[in-house]
């Protein structure tokens, strides 16, 4: 497992749009280490007890709007102090912009200042959920990761078993690609697993005897995601005709990722098994399973039924007979 420790101030930036006001404090080598947000309303006014500087600064207008209460002298004396801990970026928000002493002095301890038309919550909120994913704990496994019916649906098995086969068949049925061959999976809550692709194999299959095929280019960008939960987890195996496999489904098999357990099924291969309609059967049904409906447990309750009422009856006829 690793964590990823850090996140570029530049990629913050790019990703939330965010228009850079002080071009002559260079970014490279700038970066977040905590998910953390911080509204610096108390530090506004002189407070920096218990500050912790390695947070992104929000100014939203609440906090903008103070500081035109303050005096010149006072606000650069407040800006010093803040812009002196060291910390790693500010953003200005709700259409709210730094002040010409604000800058000046963000040159001078080499703070990168921003600006967003966004309104503060919105932002923050945004912020900390993008963080969360970019800073979870993080393992990179073997499989395919496909979206199909919006359930996130992890494909799992020894090299050459069909994977990606089967991925490209649920392609041609309109489902999207996440990754093939490596998945990063990111744990973002105790609930939630997120998966994702590396950079560069981002939207390509390996298909043995063809050779990499690029699906966005292929099929369009319908075809394709860049993130997906993983919901579902579809283990292929080689079928074994000594093997019990499950025919029933009423006790649901799990499988662990970074603590997180996901429903997982295992799959026998077998020549004429048409891999793509299995995979879409349990993807609908993992989600009618999530909505409240189990046909496994429908069936077994018909069984059940069935049994006391034959039981009932037998009970009766020998009543009769007496």
């Not at 506004?44 to 500081?67: A, H, K, M, N």
């Not at 394709?224 to 009423?250: A, C, F, H, Q, S």
Request: hydrophobic fraction near 40%; charged fraction near 25%.
């Amino acid at each position: 497992m690793n964590t990823q420790s850090s996140v570029p101030i530049e990629k913050l930036a790019d990703k939330m749009d965010l228009t850079y006001q002080t071009p002559q404090v260079n970014l490279k080598g700038k970066a977040l280490t905590t998910t953390e947000v911080n509204r610096p309303a108390l530090q506004l006014t002189g407070y920096f007890d218990y500050f912790d500087s390695d947070r992104l600064q929000v100014i939203g207008y609440v906090e903008y709007t103070y500081l035109e209460t303050l005096s010149r002298e006072r606000k650069r004396v407040v800006y010093e102090q803040l812009l002196a801990s060291k910390i790693p970026a500010i953003v200005y928000t709700t259409r709210t912009v730094p002040e010409e002493d604000m800058l000046e002095l963000a040159v001078k301890y080499d703070v990168p200042i921003f600006t967003t038309d966004r309104e503060t919550s919105a932002f923050v909120a945004e912020v900390l959920r993008w963080l969360n994913v970019e800073l979870a704990p993080c393992i990179t496994i073997h499989g395919v990761l496909v979206d199909v019916y919006g359930e996130g649906v992890l494909i799992m098995g020894e090299s050459g078993i069909g994977k990606s086969e089967a991925a490209l068949e649920l392609i041609k049925r309109g489902h999207r690609l996440i990754t093939d061959d490596v998945v990063e999976i990111r744990k973002v809550s105790d609930t939630t697993l997120v998966g994702t692709a590396p950079d560069i194999t981002r939207h390509f299959i390996e298909l043995r005897g063809i050779g990499i095929i690029n699906v966005k280019t292929l099929f369009g960008v319908e075809a394709v995601m860049d993130t997906t939960n993983i919901d579902l987890v579809i283990k292929l195996e080689e079928w074994d005709k000594d093997k019990e496999y499950d025919r029933l489904g009423l006790e649901e098999e799990y499988t662990e990722f970074l603590g997180n357990k996901v429903t997982c099924h295992s799959l026998p291969i077998r020549p004429g098994r048409n891999l793509a309609v299995i995979v879409e059967s349990a993807a609908v049904n993992h989600r009618q399973k999530k909505m409240g409906y189990n046909a496994a447990q429908e069936l077994y309750d018909r069984v059940q039924q069935g049994i006391r009422a034959n039981m009932e009856k037998n009970n009766f006829d020998r009543q009769g007979d007496m």
